[in-house]
């Protein structure tokens, strides 16, 4: 007898480690609110759209399991959708004068 394993679809979900190293798990129908951020459990969202005069900025990770998948708004509104088995270190808001590309590391996929 062949036994078929079937697919199943991408789930909004992630963790999103702080510069601190704490974690927070996002999921889909859970809202978290951050000081600079805020989920609906689809989505993670940086509402501070300005450019941060600061000479070191916070780098947050967001890190996307096995099966998962999650949008992120940048704090300059730049929309990132994250794939599965996907990490992402990215600055919570950016520098004025420095290119966006600044600090900005993936380990996986994203569009």
Do not use: C, H
Request: aromatic share 6%; no cysteine.
């Amino acid at each position: 007898m062949i036994q078929k394993d079937s697919i199943q679809i991408g789930t909004d979900k992630a963790t999103l480690t702080l510069e601190d190293g704490s974690e927070i798990v996002l999921e889909k129908g859970e809202s978290v609110e951050t000081d600079k951020a805020s989920s609906n459990g689809e989505q993670l969202v940086y509402t501070d759209g300005q450019e941060s005069p600061e000479k070191i900025i916070a780098k947050n990770i967001l890190t996307i399991p096995r099966g998962g998948q999650f949008v992120l708004v940048l704090a300059d509104g730049s929309k990132v959708w994250v794939n599965s088995e996907t990490r992402l270190r990215y600055p919570v808001a950016f520098a004025a004068n420095k290119t966006r590309g600044s600090g900005i590391g993936i380990w996986g996929s994203l569009f």
